[in-house]
C-alpha cells in the first residue's frame, strides 16, 4: 500500500513535470515564432524600402548642417535625391543605400528608411495643388570655389567653416586663377570678405600701423604688379569684371559681408577712380560721386560713397551704422513664396524657422532704397527697415548677397577667436549658406514671378 502510494505520487509528479514541460515549450515556441516574424517583418521591410528621408524640422534633425554634406555625398555617389521644398523644413529624398546609411550614422546625421508607397505618398502630398510644397530633383554635385587670399585663416569666413563642418570639398582660388578664366571649371563661386574697391577693407584709422595691415597691403600691391597693373584698385576691378562675365555666362555666386557692397562698387566705378592717395599713391579724382555709373551693378543702385578713408564704411548701402536694435532683439524674417511658382528663392530659404538671429559685420544690412527693383529681399528686419538677404538673376547665372559676418558670432571682431560649429549643429543662419551650396544642383524650373 505504501508503495503504491509512491507510485501514485511519483506518476502525479511526473505528470506535473510534463505539464510545465509542454508549457515551457510552448512559451518557448511562441517566443521564436515571435522573433522569427519580426526578423521576416524586419527583412521585408528592408526589401521594400528604397529611400532614405533625411528630415529638416526643428524636432528630428539632430545636426542640420552635417544634412548638406549627407546630400552633397549621395550626389557624388550618383544617388538619386529630390529637395522636398517647404516639407519637414526642406526635407531630402534620396535611393536607399547601405554606404549611405553608414555615412549618415558616422556623420550623425539623423534619416528614416521608407518604403516606395511611403515615398510615393510623400510625392503625391507634396504635388498637391492645395499645398505650398515642390520636389525638386538635384541633378549632380556642384563644383565649388571660394575666392579667399593665400595664407588666409579659413575659420574667418563663414562659408568655409560651413563647408568644412558639412565635408562639402571646395577649392580656393584668387586672383591669378581668375584672371587666367579658372572660373569656368566651377559652378558656384563664394567671394570671401574682399574689398574690391582697392581701399584695403577700409581698415585705415584702426589698423594702420598694425603689421598684418601693413604686410596685406605690401602683398596686395606685389600681386598687382605681377599681374601687370598699376594699381591694386586696378587689378581688384579687372578680377570684377572677371566674376561678371562668369555670373553672366550661367555661373553662381554668393557672397557674404563686405565682399557684397564693395564688389558692386568696384563695377560701379569702372574707370573712375576714388581711391585717396594713402591707398593708391595719389588722390581720386574730383566729384567722382556723380561719375558712377549704376547700370554695372548687380544689386544696388543710387548709393553715397563714403570719401573720408577714415571712416570703415564704403557707402550708403550698408545700415550698420544706422542700427537702433538691441541684440536680444535682433532677428530677421525670411520670405515666405510659392514653392511651385517661385522654385529658386523657396530653395535659398529653407529652413526649420522663419526667424533667423541677426549678426553683424563690417556690412550688415543693406538700405532698401538702394537694392535695384528686380532684386528679391528674402530675409528682412522690419524693425530697423533693413534687407539682411538678398537674390537677383544676372545674364544667365545668379548672384546671392547675404550681410553679416558669421551667423553664430554677433558681433566678430578682428582676432576673435574661431566659431565652433560643432556647438551650433542646428544653427539656421548657417542653413541659408549651405542652401546656396545646393542651388546649382537643382534641375532649373522656370521661375513665375
Given at each position: 500500500m505504501m508503495i503504491m502510494m509512491f507510485r501514485s505520487k511519483k506518476k502525479k509528479l511526473e505528470t506535473a513535470e510534463g505539464i510545465s514541460i509542454t508549457k515551457k515549450r510552448k512559451s518557448s515556441n511562441i517566443f521564436l515564432n515571435t522573433l522569427l516574424l519580426f526578423l521576416f517583418m524586419m527583412f521585408s521591410f528592408q526589401l521594400s524600402a528604397s529611400r532614405i528621408l533625411i528630415p529638416m524640422d526643428v524636432d528630428t534633425q539632430s545636426n542640420h548642417l552635417k544634412a548638406y554634406g549627407i546630400v552633397y555625398y549621395s550626389l557624388e555617389n550618383q544617388l538619386s535625391v529630390n529637395w522636398l521644398l517647404n516639407y519637414r523644413g526642406g526635407s531630402f529624398l534620396i535611393a536607399d543605400s547601405e554606404k549611405l546609411r553608414k555615412e549618415c550614422q558616422i556623420r550623425g546625421v539623423d534619416f528614416e528608411l521608407i518604403s516606395d508607397n511611403m515615398a510615393n505618398s510623400i510625392l503625391e502630398e507634396i504635388s498637391s495643388p492645395s499645398r505650398n510644397m515642390e520636389s525638386v530633383a538635384l541633378e549632380k554635385a556642384p563644383k565649388i570655389a571660394v575666392y579667399s587670399p593665400t595664407g588666409n585663416k579659413p575659420w574667418d569666413d563663414a562659408v568655409t567653416m560651413a563647408l568644412t563642418y558639412a565635408e562639402i570639398p571646395y577649392q580656393t582660388i584668387y586672383d591669378k586663377e581668375v584672371l587666367s578664366d579658372a572660373l569656368l571649371l566651377y559652378d558656384w563661386l563664394h567671394l570671401h570678405h574682399e574689398d574690391f574697391t582697392g581701399q584695403y577693407g577700409k581698415f585705415y584709422r584702426a589698423f594702420r600701423t598694425a603689421p598684418w595691415y601693413i604686410q596685406e597691403k605690401k602683398e596686395a600691391e606685389e600681386l598687382a604688379a605681377e599681374l601687370g597693373y598699376s594699381k591694386v584698385s586696378e587689378e581688384k576691378l579687372a578680377v570684377a569684371l572677371?566674376?561678371?562675365?562668369?555670373?553672366?555666362?550661367?555661373?553662381?555666386?554668393?557672397?557674404?559681408?563686405?565682399?557684397?557692397?564693395?564688389?558692386?562698387?568696384?563695377?560701379?566705378?569702372?574707370?573712375?577712380?576714388?581711391?585717396?592717395?594713402?591707398?593708391d599713391g595719389d588722390p581720386s579724382e574730383p566729384g567722382y560721386q556723380a561719375k558712377i555709373n549704376f547700370n554695372n551693378t548687380f544689386a544696388f543702385t543710387d548709393f553715397e560713397l563714403e570719401r573720408s578713408p577714415m571712416v570703415y564704411e564704403f557707402s550708403s548701402i550698408d545700415m550698420t551704422a544706422k542700427r537702433q536694435i538691441q541684440k536680444e532683439n535682433d532677428y530677421f524674417s525670411l520670405m515666405d513664396y510659392s514653392a511651385k511658382w517661385d522654385v529658386v528663392p523657396t530653395m535659398l530659404t529653407q529652413n526649420h524657422t522663419r526667424l533667423v538671429k541677426g549678426f553683424m559685420g563690417q556690412t550688415t544690412s543693406y538700405d532698401p532704397d538702394n537694392?535695384?527693383?528686380?532684386?528679391?529681399?528674402?530675409?528682412?528686419?522690419?524693425?530697423?527697415?533693413?534687407?539682411?538677404?538678398?537674390?537677383?538673376?544676372?545674364?544667365?547665372?545668379?548672384?546671392?548677397?547675404?550681410?553679416?559676418?558669421d551667423p553664430e558670432d554677433y558681433q566678430h571682431r578682428v582676432g576673435d577667436p574661431k566659431t565652433e560649429l560643432e556647438l551650433h549643429p542646428n544653427s539656421p543662419g548657417y542653413r541659408l549658406i549651405l542652401n546656396n551650396v545646393l542651388f546649382p544642383a537643382a534641375k532649373k524650373k522656370e521661375q513665375k514671378t
Open positions: 572677371k566674376i561678371r562675365d562668369y555670373v553672366i555666362g550661367g555661373g553662381f555666386m554668393f557672397a557674404m559681408c563686405s565682399a557684397t557692397d564693395s564688389y558692386d562698387i568696384a563695377l560701379a566705378a569702372e574707370g573712375v577712380d576714388i581711391a585717396e592717395a594713402m591707398f537694392i535695384k527693383p528686380g532684386v528679391l529681399i528674402m530675409g528682412e528686419s522690419k524693425l530697423n527697415n533693413e534687407a539682411r538677404y538678398i537674390h537677383g538673376i544676372k545674364g544667365k547665372g545668379f548672384f546671392t548677397f547675404y550681410g553679416g559676418h
